[in-house]
């Protein structure tokens, strides 16, 4: 099921999480395809600690899940605080 972003940006505060909306990069430069398309992702901070989610980066890229993997990852943090999605 897909979730409009102002929701799961709204969900996410209420947790003590911020969901960050970008191009993704390859290194330090915007990733581009054989046709020259750039690709835009998700990226999840921890308001506690200040770090991005790992799996919403990796060693090589950055801004790597979509709209569902970011209301999957909150919904599992729903769920560890015990709260209702």
Same mark, same amino acid.
């Given at each position: 099921m897909? =979730?409009?972003e102002s929701?799961? @940006? @709204?969900k996410a &505060?209420?947790?003590g999480y911020q969901v960050v909306k970008g191009?993704?990069?390859?290194? @330090? &430069? $915007?990733?581009h395809n054989s046709y020259g398309e750039r690709y835009s992702g &998700?990226? $999840?901070?921890? !308001?506690?600690?200040? =770090?991005f989610e790992w799996g919403s980066y990796n060693s090589?890229?950055?801004f790597c899940w979509n709209i569902d993997d970011v209301a999957e990852?909150?919904?599992?943090?729903?769920e560890e !605080?015990?709260?209702a999605w």
């Open positions: 897909t =979730y409009c929701t799961l @940006r @709204r &505060y209420k947790i191009f993704q990069h390859y290194g @330090r &430069y $915007v990733y &998700y990226m $999840v901070k921890d !308001l506690s600690n200040g =770090y090589n890229f950055d990852f909150l919904k599992e943090q729903y !605080l015990g709260l």
